[in-house]
Every structure is written in structure tokens, then in C-alpha cells.
């Protein structure tokens, strides 16, 4: 059983950034991914075992960066900048890749709120 721990979320301004982290109990493939309120869970981001390669939905491309601690390969990263209303959401770290974007191991999640 992979343990996996995000943190970082919290209450922030439209337009202002935010970095989230995450680690997990062993160097495993992992993803970023959130769920607003009333909608499905979202996938946002893939982080190669290296930290070489990182895949992004459309939605955040260029304003998200994912990326993996190169001093604790266990831990990566969720910087997001401008951050809009709409990013509001619970945002989950996901690890041990099975399958196009299907991750078997998930954080509890953290909250970020964007707000006026």
C-alpha cells in the first residue's frame, strides 16, 4: 500500500499563486488532480518518474507546472499561477500509474479557494 500526503492548499486571491506538494511512501509515478463542488473529479497533470516529463490538461496548461523534488524523488509539486474563481476546488495527489491517467493510490485532498 502506497501512502501519498498533499498539502499546501488554503485561501487565496483571483490572479495570485499557489503551490501545492506532495509525497509519497515510495518513487512511483504520479498525478495532480481536483474536484469542484457539483462536478467530477478533473484530471490536471502527470509527473514522470524522472521529473523530466510532465503531461497537462488544456485547462491549466501554461499556468500550472508540475514537478518533481530533485533532492526527494517521493515528493512533487503543483505550482499554479493566476489563479481564477474557477480553480476553486478540493485538489487530490494521485500515484502508481495503472492505466491512461488511472492511478491506484490517492491523498485526502486539499482545499483551495480562489476569491475576490
Known amino acids: 500500500q502506497v501512502r501519498v500526503q498533499e498539502s499546501g492548499g488554503g485561501l487565496v486571491q483571483v490572479g495570485s499563486s499557489l503551490k501545492l506538494s506532495c509525497t509519497a511512501s515510495e518513487h512511483i509515478a504520479m498525478g495532480w488532480f481536483r474536484q469542484a463542488p457539483g462536478k467530477d473529479r478533473e484530471f490536471l497533470a502527470t509527473?514522470?518518474?524522472?521529473?523530466?516529463?510532465?503531461?497537462y490538461a488544456d485547462v491549466v496548461k501554461g499556468r500550472f507546472t508540475a514537478s518533481r523534488d530533485s533532492a526527494n524523488k517521493n515528493t512533487v509539486y503543483l505550482q499554479m499561477r493566476s489563479l481564477k474563481y474557477e480553480d476553486t476546488a478540493v485538489y487530490y495527489c494521485?500515484?502508481?500509474?495503472?492505466?491512461?491517467?488511472?492511478?491506484?493510490?490517492w491523498g485526502q485532498g486539499t482545499q483551495v479557494t480562489v476569491t475576490s
Open positions: 494521485a500515484a502508481g500509474l495503472s492505466g491512461p491517467l488511472q492511478f491506484d493510490y
Open positions: 509527473i514522470s518518474l524522472s521529473g523530466n516529463t510532465a503531461y
